[in-house]
């Protein structure tokens, strides 16, 4: 069970260079100057490139489970923690200027988003319930911090409070499960896990304690999810933390919960299916229709995306809980597809926001055509997707989803999942009316940013056409690394 | 090759978008100099392919790009078909668009909104070689629909103005009653092969051809016909066939460079074009080839009269279009494909050059464009009269110019396919077109006659400014005036009379009056001397002459005559109550019938009931539900728990 060489931890080699890179960024923001923080940045930047690259390069061609069985490397993973690192480094380029603004662009900020991809990482990489927690926890923990990095903000603080508390309860939950299978089937491997099961259902045997660990884990993946009635965390979070952190929770953690959900659930858990099939199937409905019916009524609009989040991942369990492969390449495409939009979505608050102004009303928003028609287009495009219009992404994300809903029979939930979307259209259509319709608020400044951002930002927004008008490939990526 | 193809149709795309988006931060000059490069480097391009199969090192292309969506095992691909018929197609859709481009310059100089349009003729480029370069029918309608959009916002260009507003209305209406046919025909074939390659439907057009649809119990129509009909019907709204002809005069109300290039030279021979590339299916339909031929011989006739009543210049030029076009939709129905194409691409050179010349007299006569306030502008337009003199001999088919060897190898076959009756409506068609040449030329020299000749009755202030157009306008008619004059004596041979079309058009061995014909046939010189033993020419001279005395030796005559015929002259001017019908018997019963379903169906069920009812619920919900979010973390970890028992007691209960 104990790795007995060096060797063995070959399969971590993204992880242990991105612990590397966070070392590295620690002891050089030490000994650099305030007024040189760039050079921090930078670094950061030139590491995750480095851990990107570590990823590909150290892809193994098969699956490869070491390290005792802690750990496994599959395309799954490679795919997640390729997503989640290119995602880091958009978030952070487009954080750059808000955090300097504010006085936020600091070594332990940077540190902290690297432990946030490092939990993210591990996860995906997770073949154990112990290593899975663990990466939980790296994950949760530099999350909690981040929230409240702005110390002078009081509502920071209070939103990290809640976070931190309800995350605990979470963790406590998930714990207690993880330890009642321990306690039916005598491991944390995942694939012993699977075997165990697949004999106790194979005997008929239905142990009363297995259902109940099942449902306190389908808790903690839910509230990692932020799914209903485990959200209500999200908001207050998305709320209260400052934007550039709204933007980083809103879309790397969602790739960690799809890894999360794929890991335990659908192969660890994978004979259970037919039981958590009928919970997600709650969770989904509810997360669809009050996700999307009570973002209407927002005014903030960084409420508005927490309930639209909300509401997506109501879309990806509908995926997930097909529990068959077709499912689950739909909502891995739709996990990724959402990361981009989020991404490109809370990346336009941050480019409207500048000193002392935050830009997360939608009200602020108002006239936006007039002010800067290139991204009013680019938000058009962006809205548009989310809500799930052809030609853009994200309709192909929706109409995956249905589909496989369709094909695993389940008609009555492919149409409450429509009717989700058709309600949910209002709110993302209202944003474009606002950029085009409205005038805008007087002394409106013209749009910060610099260069780099900007073209980041447009490249992303046009992603969002350009991956709907050419759905094939990563779709085909998808069906690739999903085993059938 | 592909990456030609690509680059061919990307080029003007690329531009357009430039111009559109950035159209400010370029200027004036990037917008030209950016679309005219697009263009002319889709242009160059397009001809060497076109050489590339006149050469013959080039073979015919058929195969996907990429795949866009599968769906129920529905391959939806972009895909590129490039053979003689699309190179030939592409060549003149490009050279057009980029004298079309250069001559903008000079006459949109002025105009505030010169980006806008150079962003929407690329566009157009762009969306007219989709049409022509696809493979596909998805694509094909793709093409036709973006082809139908651009038009529809350049007829409307000038949107302050009503009559131009209600003239793209006009013309988006129209076209949909086409474009519904049209998705009605793809369907149908759709429906009996499903698939949406040409290849594919070709190859299984045997078996379409033998099945039947039902429409009405004991009424059961050959599938074949159904199919090809309703793709005429597209093609009908697009090329303006009677009865959906209307709104090409009106769709005048757009800028003159867009007449030439949209509603003259390409666009509207998409019918034509559409119809050419379907030969292996309409060959198996004779019924649906008599409902073409008898469609396009009236077009042909009966637009031809409405162009000797009008004082509009372009509006004119515009009927004439439409007879002109009767006249290649009437080839397709006597099986002469190839004489169709080559009247399209000889009638795309000198018509645009009309339109264009037409332009150039506008703009000397200060945007004036009643011809009964012109004359004698000879000698101040040089340039403009002598290459709107010869566009005009090509059109009325002057013997050695191309729009004779066009014209004439058309009527020769319709001639043919009459006597062979291979069609019902063939001996009809023959004597549309016959009577058309004389038309032709009386209407074609009563515009020259009234614009360039005789008395000036213009206003003394007009005749004061009156000078020849900037180089940027007349260069693009002389390079047009060049094909206009000689092109046809070097393609007649190949193009029709000889296989250059190759596998791209079919024609059965029961209908090919052009294969019969090419045994008479002894070079473009003895063309033109046969051509005198045949009425055609001497109808085209007669018709001349006859302009000339009314026009210019007694030019009392006209308005006698008019009082004479005063009948006549009323139903044409009214364009045979064709308008009249539509908006007041179709326009106003849609509107009536639409009435009643607004005020009872939308305003009282669904609005009221089901929209808003439903919304104030949607509204009440989402704020009941918004004070559950009561900002306390133990509000929220009680709905945690509550969750979690919820889950574990339905486990408990139901496991």
Known sequence: MIPTSLADFAIAAPEVTLLGVACVVLLLDLFIGESRRGWTFLATLLGLALTAFVTLYCAPA???????????????????????????????????????????????????ALFVLLGVMVMASASSLLSMYMGIEIMALSAYGLVAFDRENPIAAESAMKYFVLGAIASGTLLYGISILYGVTGSFDLNAVQAGLEREVFFGGRHIGLLFGLAFIIVGVAFKFGAVPFHMWVPDVYHGAPTSVTLMLGSVPKLASFALAWRVLAEGLGPLSHEWHDMLVVLSVLSMVIGNIVAISQTNLKRMLAYSTISHVGFILLGILTANAEGYTAA?????????????????????????????????????????????????????????????????AKLYVIQAVLNAGMVWLALVAVLASVVGAYYYLRIVKVMFFDAPAERAPALGGSPAFRMVLSANSLAVLGLGVVNGPLIALCQQVIPH | MQATYLTIILAPLVAAALAGLAGRLIGRIGAHTVTILGVGLSCVLSVGVLKGFVDGTATPFNGPLYTWLVTDGVHMQIGLLVDQLTAMMMVVVTFVSLMVHIYTIGYMHEDPGYQRF??????????????????????????????????????????????????????????????????????????????????????????????????????????????????????MGKSAQVPLHVWLPDSMEGPTPISALIHAATMVTAGIFMVARMSPLFELSTT???????????????????????????????????????????????????????????HAFFKALLFLAAGSVIMAMHHEQDMRNMGGLRKYLPITYWTCLLGSLALIGFPGFSGFFSKDALIEAVHLAAEKGQVAGAGYAY????????????????LVFMTFH??????????????????????????????????????????????????????????????????????????????????????????????????????????????????????????????????????????????????????????????????????????????????????????????????????????
């Not at chain 1, 490869?64 to 989640?84: E, S, W």
């Not at chain 2, 916002?153 to 988006?172: D, E, H, Q, S, V």
């Not at chain 2, 210049?313 to 290649?328: C, D, E, F, P």
């Open chain 1, 62 to 112: 098969d699956r490869t489970v070491a390290l005792g069985g802690l750990y496994v490397a599959d395309a799954v993973a490679t795919v997640i923690k390729f997503a989640a690192i290119a995602t880091m480094a958009v978030v952070l380029l487009y954080s750059r200027d808000y955090l300097s603004a504010r006085g936020l662009l600091q070594g332990e900020y940077l540190v902290l």
């Open chain 1, 332 to 396: 891995l495409y739709y996990t990724l597809t959402y990361v981009i939009m989020a991404a490109a979505s809370f990346g336009m608050i941050l480019l409207l926001s500048r000193q002392g102004f935050e830009a997360d009303r939608i009200e602020d928003f108002k006239g936006l055509a007039q002010r800067s028609p290139w991204f009013a287009w680019m938000m058009l495009m962006v809205m548009m997707s989310t809500a799930g219009v052809p030609p853009f992404v994200g309709f192909f």
């Open chain 2, 118 to 235: 150079f962003s929407y003729i690329s566009l157009f480029t762009f969306s007219m070689l989709m049409l022509v370069m696809s493979n596909n029918f998805l694509q094909l309608f793709f093409g036709w629909e973006a082809v139908g959009l651009v038009s529809y916002l350049l007829i409307g260009f000038w949107y302050t103005r009503p009559t131009a507003i209600f003239a793209n209305m006009k013309a988006f209406l129209v076209n949909r009653v086409g474009d519904f046919g049209f998705l009605l025909g793809i369907a149908v074939l759709f429906h009996f092969t499903g698939t949406l390659d040409y290849a594919e439907v070709f190859a299984k057009a045997d078996y379409i051809a033998g099945q039947s649809v039902q429409f009405v119990s004991g009424e059961t129509w050959n599938a074949m016909t159904v199919a090809c009909i309703l793709l005429f019907v597209g093609a």
């Open chain 2, 288 to 346: 649906a080839l008599s409902f073409v031929i008898v469609i396009g011989a009236t077009t042909a006739l009966f637009m031809g009269f409405l162009g000797l009543v009008n004082n509009d210049i372009k509006r004119v030029v515009a009927y004439s279009t439409l007879s002109q076009l009767g006249y290649m939709t009437v080839a397709l129905g006597a099986s002469a494909y190839a004489a169709g194409v080559f009247h399209l691409m000889t």
């Open chain 2, 431 to 446: 004597f549309c077109v016959l009577a058309g040449v004389f038309i032709t030329a009386l209407y074609s020299f009563r």
């Open chain 2, 454 to 655: 005789g008395q000036e009755r213009m206003d003394e202030h007009t005749r004061e400014h009156l000078h020849e157009s900037p180089w940027v306008v007349t260069v693009p008619l002389v390079l047009l005036a060049i094909p206009s004059v000689v092109i046809g004596w070097f393609t007649v041979g190949p193009m029709v009379f000889g296989h250059w079309f190759g596998g791209s058009l079919h024609v059965a061995e029961a209908h090919d009056v052009l294969g019969e014909l090419s045994g008479e046939f002894h070079g473009p010189g003895s063309f033109v001397v046969h051509a005198f033993s045949g009425p055609a020419v001497y109808l085209a001279l007669a018709g001349v002459a006859t302009a000339w005395f009314l026009f210019l030796k007694r030019p009392d005559l006209p308005a006698a005559l008019r009082v004479k015929l005063s009948g006549l002259v009323r139903v044409l001017e009214n364009k045979y109550y064709f308008d009249w019908f539509n908006e007041h018997v179709l326009a106003a019963g849609a509107k009536a019938i639409g009435r009643i379903f607004w005020k009872g169906g939308d305003e009282m069920l669904i609005d009221g009931a089901l929209v808003n009812g439903s919304a104030r619920t949607v509204g009440w919900l989402s704020g009941v539900a918004r004070h559950l979010q009561s900002g306390l973390v133990s509000h929220y970890a009680f709905a945690m728990i509550i969750g979690l028992s919820a889950l574990v007691a339905y486990t408990l209960l139901h496991g």
